[in-house]
């Protein structure tokens, strides 16, 4: 296992830790029970927005705590969800009596320890609605998943509910706009190769050298099948067309493509896809009017990418133009 | 080889091409000679400012045109130095008539084929100074190098010279500031594995499963020594002493520290590594005034990791935190 880290056990404290120092203008960290909080605290009489999940997918989710944004994030250990007694001082921290929107992705430890601590901040007085993304379009349920998965559209939802938040919505207000986001949005990833969690020490999974996996999880959980390696512009094609059936998408309407590395692609492959997917959404008469390319969702080091396609209407695009200051996300 | 390409030989104009797509309100691509200039053109009584280098290190450069930074930008083939002929109408395009500052990394084909299209633009009227970038103290003289390479210490060049530019400097001033920074950034890497250059189709060098390369080239050149799997912790106190100590740095003074990811390093690696350098240079009296993290000049999907210095004094400070709208960098 080749990794720039100390004790395996101590890589999610010590990486927030470094990121706490980086961005001290942005988050807070918390150190036990581990969370991230926007700097400065709750924004009076703003609904504060709160996700987290599994570490090993950054800069999700602390790289998108901040103005516009998220309020506070929990990083769980490596790909394992974060429990109760760290989320829900986070949905405290985020509170500011204008309630708590929390954003999950859809795996069933992660909606499991979510629920238990809305249940909790509940009894302390905190007003939590929840919203579950479910994004891939690879496969309906997965390894640690009933239904869909929630991949890289989580940050969609994270930055549009954020705009929506910040001026001044009302809790239900930002949930409808979250969950308008959910409905409206898809995704589906390829691996060239696994990834290594720390503490385990070995990859994931096996994939031979001359073969990729369509509709990969970003846990490495099994997609669709796996295909001998292919030009970029046949996977972008394989990736990109259950998207756009899924979504019912037709001529005439307007979209944001996102294309997602992985963690370990080069952002000259990622710039190939995006090239690829434009065309291919261009021929069928969709416009591409808000384009997002980079490494936002990631499996750790591995090789890979998603497509993500969001339908928008006037006021999600309004919304993501809104300005945001995080690590991560920034105009 | 696993990548997310189509032929081989198309790699980089069909990724420039998409870089230019989801990017058009910062940028315009012309695709022969292949350069990216800044949307609107030169900008009129403002110095321009052009960089370019072999491709393979995304975002650097077409990643920092835009405002605040670069006017144009030449992607040579991969690892590969731009040819003069596109070099110079790249000059050409950045020129509003006060000028071009090259930002040239310091390998030998770099320097010669910027060199000789300064030559064919000054006999074209455009005023052309060059600033050679050389903050690597890994090594004296390598593969494509006589002296230091030029390395991640570009970025400070580019951001504060054009920050300079931004503000209404002359072609001198630009280049005295520029030279400044020059003068007071180095930098170090570390290799975990090697990349593949795509026309070549296999790893550019063997690194053992148990080794890393301290003092790596952002080719692959070779640096200071191999040695067995390290912490994080050794391995980032190996790269920040010589930076260090080549800059003579003292108790008292300020600087940026940045980490930098080679492509294929998750970013929780980069803040582990930035945590231990922060802390070694406050053990020195050094203060940490700004920080950046991230993979802004990379290798292909290597996996491995460099420390930035910076000493930082109230101009450049200022030049750095001034505004800047590119697609890599944007505050």
Same mark, same amino acid.
């Given at each position: 296992?080749?990794?720039l880290?100390? #004790? ?9 830790e470094g990121?706490?120092l980086?961005h001290a203008?942005?988050v807070?960290v918390?150190?036990?029970p581990l969370?991230?909080?926007?700097a400065?605290g709750a924004v ?8 987290g +999940?599994?570490s090993?997918?950054? =800069?999700?989710h602390?790289g998108f705590?901040?103005?516009g944004?998220l309020?506070?994030?929990? =990083? ?8 109760? #007694?760290?989320?829900?001082?986070a ?14 992705k ?6 499991l ?9 509940d009894?302390?007085?905190v007003?939590v609605r ?7 379009v690879?496969v309906?349920?997965s ?9 890289a559209g ?10 929506a938040?910040?001026?001044?919505? #009302?809790l ?12 409206n949005?898809r995704s589906?990833g390829?691996?060239?190769t696994?990834?290594t969690v720390?503490?385990?020490?070995r =990859?994931s999974?096996?994939?031979?050298d001359?073969?990729m996996e369509i ?6 959980? =099994?997609g669709r ?5 292919q030009?970029a #512009? ?15 998408l037709s ?7 996102f294309?997602n +590395?992985?963690?370990?692609t080069?952002?000259?492959?990622l710039?190939?896809?995006y ?15 808000r ?6 969702v990631?499996s750790?080091e ?8 969001l339908?928008?209407d ?8 809104a300005p ?8």
């Amino acid at each position: 296992m080749k990794k720039l880290i100390n #004790d395996p056990q101590d890589v999610v404290a010590e990486s927030v830790e470094g990121f706490g120092l980086a961005h001290a203008d942005l988050v807070a960290v918390h150190a036990d029970p581990l969370f991230v909080a926007r700097a400065g605290g709750a924004v009076s009489g703003k609904v504060g927005l709160v996700s987290g +999940g599994g570490s090993g997918h950054e =800069p999700l989710h602390a790289g998108f705590v901040g103005v516009g944004m998220l309020d506070a994030a929990v =990083p769980g250990a490596m790909f394992t969800s974060p429990v109760p #007694d760290a989320i829900t001082p986070a949905i405290q921290a985020a509170d500011s009596g204008a309630g708590v929107l929390a954003i999950v992705k859809n795996y069933t430890g992660d909606v499991l320890n979510f629920e238990t601590a809305a249940e909790l901040a509940d009894a302390e007085g905190v007003t939590v609605r929840t919203v579950v993304v479910n994004d891939d379009v690879a496969v309906e349920d997965s390894t640690w998943t009933a239904g869909r998965r929630g991949v890289a559209g989580t940050v969609m939802v994270e930055k549009i509910a954020g705009a929506a938040a910040e001026r001044g919505d #009302d809790l239900d207000a930002v949930a409808a706009v979250a969950e308008k986001v959910v409905a409206n949005v898809r995704s589906m990833g390829v691996a060239l190769t696994a990834c290594t969690v720390p503490h385990a020490g070995r =990859p994931s999974f096996d994939l031979p050298d001359d073969e990729m996996e369509i509709g990969i999880g970003i846990h490495g959980e =099994p997609g669709r099948h796996r295909v001998p390696l292919q030009p970029a #512009d046949a996977v972008t094609e394989a990736l990109l067309t259950p998207v756009v059936e899924d979504l019912g998408l037709s001529g005439g309407e307007q979209v944001l493509l996102f294309v997602n +590395g992985m963690g370990g692609t080069p952002a000259s492959e990622l710039y190939i896809v995006y090239r690829k997917a434009r065309a291919l959404l261009e021929a069928r008469g969709v416009s591409v009017a808000r384009s997002l390319v980079g490494s936002y969702v990631t499996s750790l080091e591995m090789q890979g990418a998603s497509v993500t396609v969001l339908r928008l209407d006037e006021e999600t695009t309004a919304l993501w133009d809104a300005p945001v200051h995080t690590a991560a996300l920034r105009w």
